[in-house]
């Protein structure tokens, strides 16, 4: 078992003992509501806010597999992993890991990864065959540093023919770009993710995990208002 996988595994674990405390305060809520109605209604309001939370843990678990499940297929790891992925071209991928100090661009081989990559990203562009960017040179101090982490190296980098730039400041990369034919645009590490995720073909999986969800509110909603609307019990 990898890594993220015992992560999703110990997410799915954590969300079902979440769930039976749930599951105790929904029965009470449903016996409290109901105290003065009939045994039937009480009946159901009490098994049914046991019921509620279990399927509703159930579902999540379903719609996260679905959208780890979708997200993969697309060449991104899923973002409840902690581990964005966008695919660039030619094997190159940006990663973001927690968070955007965290950034990086790898190629990958077989599934392996190369060494024409950068670490510690904090600004990216990606044009035509250019990667342009800036990042901290110190690793390591992205990792336990203070935030904001400032870029100390600047980058123009083409994925065809390896062409390797390494201006000294924004301004040489500015005009580097410009002799190659594009104007610089730098975005923040999580303005790119931003941009380049959230796509029609992005959402729409979580629009149509939302519907069931909806549709069963709004049963349960009016079932428990026909329910409670039934005369009080006398005596029961």
Request: charged share 20%; with cysteine; hydrophobic share 45%.
């Amino acid at each position: 078992m990898s890594f993220w996988q015992s992560i999703l595994l110990i997410e799915m674990l954590v969300l079902a003992v979440l769930s039976v405390p749930v599951m105790g305060i929904c029965a009470g809520l449903g016996w409290l509501i109901t105290r003065k109605k009939s045994r039937r209604v009480r009946r159901i309001f009490i098994w049914g806010g046991v019921a509620l939370p279990a399927v509703g843990v159930v579902y999540a678990i379903f719609a996260i597999v679905v959208l780890g499940l979708s997200d993969l297929v697309r060449g991104r790891d899923a973002s409840f992993l902690d581990d964005s992925r966008i695919p660039l071209r030619d094997g190159y991928v940006w990663s973001m890991l927690r968070g955007p100090e965290i950034a990086t661009i790898n190629r990958y081989e077989n599934g392996q990864v190369t060494t024409d990559g950068f670490y510690n990203v904090r600004a990216f562009q990606f044009k035509g065959d250019w990667l342009a960017g800036a990042y901290n040179s110190n690793f390591l101090m992205g990792l336990t540093g203070p935030e904001p982490m400032k870029a100390d190296h600047w980058f123009l980098f083409n994925i065809k023919t390896k062409q390797w730039l390494k201006p000294d400041s924004e301004a040489e990369l500015r005009d580097a770009a410009a002799a190659k034919g594009f104007s610089l645009r730098l975005q923040s590490s999580e303005d790119f993710y931003r941009s380049h995720s959230s796509t029609p073909g992005f959402d729409l999986p979580s629009l149509v995990l939302l519907v069931p969800p909806l549709l069963g509110i709004y049963w349960v909603w009016g079932k428990g208002r026909r329910l409670l609307a039934e005369p009080a019990a006398t005596g029961s």
